[in-house]
T-cell receptor, first 115, second 121 residues
Framework: AQKITQTQPGMFVQEKEAVTLDCTYD???????LFWYKQPSSGEMIFLIY??????QNATEGRYSLNFQKARKSANLVISASQLGDSAMYFC????????????FGQGTELSVKP | ETGVTQTPRHLVMGMTNKKSLKCEQH?????MYWYKQSAKKPLELMFV???????ENNSVPSRFSPECPNSSHLFLHLHTLQPEDSALYLC????????????????????FGAGTRLSVL
């Protein structure tokens, strides 16, 4: 079974609007961390936001927020006020407990921001 | 200058060649990673090093040989590769391999380089 599932291969959003990128995960470990990365066409993976499984509040970083619903095992990324520069691939990733630093990535969602 | 630098950015090699990929991090981190990103597939972890010691080998074929001489440098030595090894190879580093789950898990945030795009002919 896939550990990280991103069901949206591609998304479009109008500039200045908000967009939600979906991510569901599967783990039986009570300790885990969830990460979102952005990958522009240049190739570099850019860290956006982190959420720990014991964190009580949803993580926020500027225009990025993580909608963490533990019971549903979902960790959706919300980007507010989209900008043209937000067009990129977005990857959700998980690290479980003591898995030695191993990040498990989803298939990614390609976001296109329209002017 | 970015925190994690990878060279070369592009590499074309024949199946009988030997080449090396280099990664250098200027962030003072202790853990370094190699990932492979093939078309249409999620990133796959290859190797993890913590304080220069290899802590994870994700069943990688022996034609890929990592080397970590110190916490700032990581190499991936390549020999007798196959065409299916063509991919984007990404290096990453993180401060530690601390437990995840709480806010302190942010110490595990991995910062990536821009990658080496490898083509095996």
């Amino acid at each position: 079974a896939q550990k990280i599932t991103q069901t949206q291969p591609g998304m479009f959003v109008q500039e200045k609007e908000a967009v939600t990128l979906d991510c569901t995960y599967d783990t039986s470990d009570p300790s885990y961390g969830l990460f979102w990365y952005k990958q522009p066409s240049s190739g570099e993976m850019i860290f956006l936001i982190y959420q720990g499984s014991y964190d009580q509040q949803n993580a926020t970083e500027g225009r990025y927020s993580l909608n963490f619903q533990k019971a549903r095992k979902s960790a959706n990324l919300v980007i507010s006020a989209s900008q043209l520069g937000d067009s990129a691939m977005y990857f959700c990733a998980m690290r479980e407990g003591d898995q030695g630093g191993k990040l498990i990535f989803g298939q990614g969602t390609e976001l296109s921001v329209k002017p | 200058e970015t925190g994690v630098t990878q060279t070369p950015r592009h590499l074309v090699m024949g199946m009988t060649n030997k080449k090396s990929l280099k990664c250098e991090q200027h962030l003072g981190h202790n853990a370094m990673y190699w990932y492979k990103q093939s078309a249409k597939k999620p990133l796959e972890l290859m190797f993890v090093y913590n304080f220069k010691e290899q802590t994870e080998n994700n069943s990688v074929p022996s034609r890929f040989s990592p080397e970590c001489p110190n916490s700032s440098h990581l190499f991936l030595h390549l020999h007798t590769l196959q065409p299916e090894d063509s991919a984007l190879y990404l290096c990453a580093s993180s401060p530690t391999l601390a437990p995840v789950g709480s806010g302190a898990g942010g110490l595990n945030i991995q910062y990536f380089g821009a990658g080496t795009r490898l083509s095996v002919l």
